[in-house]
């Protein structure tokens, strides 16, 4: 029986998946950035010519959707060893940006109009 997935331990295999290739070298900040940013491209890549309408229905096709998967997949990957690599828990990351945009991007309140409304910067 397999442990259950967790960010903790898929980082330790892709740890591992390096070490065992002598990969970890090339594995600097730098390029892990530069692999995340390519892998998320070639993820937008999939959308390019997609009317909004397409996208939404993209993972219909078995070929399509298996594509995606695996670009998800190689950013995450990607994303998680560069967390490793710098000692960034992602999830504590993300729950600290969560709530920094919770203060920065009230919800609106019903005497509050919609076309009020901005989008966030990231």
Known sequence: MTEPL???RLQRR??????????????????LAAAL???????????QWLTPEES????ADPGTAHRVTDEVAD?????LQFCDVLGIDPLTALDA???RNEQRFP???????????QLPES
Do not use: C
């Open 6 to 8: 967790d960010l903790a």
């Open 14 to 31: 892709l740890a591992a998946f390096a070490a065992a290739r002598n990969w970890q070298p090339y594995h600097t900040p730098k390029n």
């Open 37 to 47: 940013s390519v892998e998320a491209s070639e993820l937008v890549e999939i959308f």
């Open 56 to 59: 939404a229905r993209v993972m």
């Open 75 to 79: 950013v995450l990957a990607y994303l």
């Open 97 to 99: 940006k969560i709530a």
């Open 107 to 117: 919800a609106p309140g019903p005497e509050d109009g919609a076309q009020d409304r």
